[in-house]
């Protein structure tokens, strides 16, 4: 079963302000876009799961047009508090890499 690390463009991660993270994952192919949207694998949920937070504070959004999801969560340390270990937010794609997408 392909991971996302294999079907995806661009899987990226950025800090929304001091508290929250966003998380990008983007297609080149509409039709895989599609397919994946379909497998309702990339959900909220699957965020919540992934990064410790309650599944209400997950903004998660699929933009058709640009064949791409957005998912806006908390941050479990805010940037460049003691203990954080990615100020920028950079490296928080890492745990979506290793997910099935079963297409």
């Not at 791409?68 to 940037?79: N, S, W």
């Amino acid at each position: 079963m392909p991971r996302i690390r294999d079907i995806a463009q661009v899987c990226k991660s950025k800090n929304a302000g001091p508290f929250m993270v966003t998380i990008d994952v983007l297609f080149e192919d509409p039709g895989l876009y599609s397919r994946v949207k379909a497998t309702g694998v990339l959900s909220a949920a699957l965020f919540a799961r992934l990064y410790g937070v309650a599944e209400g504070d997950v903004l998660f959004t699929p933009y058709d047009t640009a064949s791409a999801f957005k998912a806006t969560l908390p941050r479990l340390v805010p940037a460049g508090d003691f203990g954080d270990t990615d100020v920028y937010g950079a490296q928080q794609h890492a745990p979506l890499l290793d997910v099935e997408v079963p297409i």
